[in-house]
């Protein structure tokens, strides 16, 4: 079991930045494939960002590549994702989710087992 909170969202203007981070318990951190998620208002849950286990690997989605940077300290169970050049399409609920490595559709939300309560980022225009 893992157990994961999410932390650091909250309202910022159009071009602002945001950290948010996602601590992890449980079982060994470090064999989970980490990801964000989100959802607007009226939306799915679509992916942001994936970082493999060792840390060697990310991937994101094509509204946020080269704004937002995907990160994770394993001697410290926690995940991060560093939200520069903020716009107000970004606001949604933001979830951190993990999935063991084996798993390989990556950006599939159904891969992912354990999943985190949510942090709102609201962005003002």
């Known amino acids: 079991q893992v157990q994961l909170v999410e932390s650091g969202g909250g309202l910022v203007q159009t071009g602002g930045s945001l950290r948010l981070s996602c601590a992890a318990s449980?079982?060994?951190?470090?064999?989970?494939?980490m990801a964000w998620f989100r959802r607007a208002p009226g939306k799915e849950r679509e992916f942001v960002a994936v970082?493999?286990?060792?840390?060697?690997?990310?991937s994101y989605a094509n509204s946020v590549r080269g704004r937002f940077t995907i990160s994770r300290d394993n001697d410290k169970n926690t995940m991060y994702l560093q939200m520069n050049s903020l716009e107000p399409e970004d606001t949604a609920v933001y979830y951190c989710a993990a999935a063991p490595s084996s798993r390989t559709n990556v950006r599939d939300m159904r891969d992912y087992d354990y999943w985190g309560q949510g942090t709102q980022v609201t962005v003002s225009s």
């Open positions: 970082i493999a286990g060792s840390g060697f690997g990310t």
């Open positions: 449980g079982r060994t951190f470090s064999s989970y494939t």
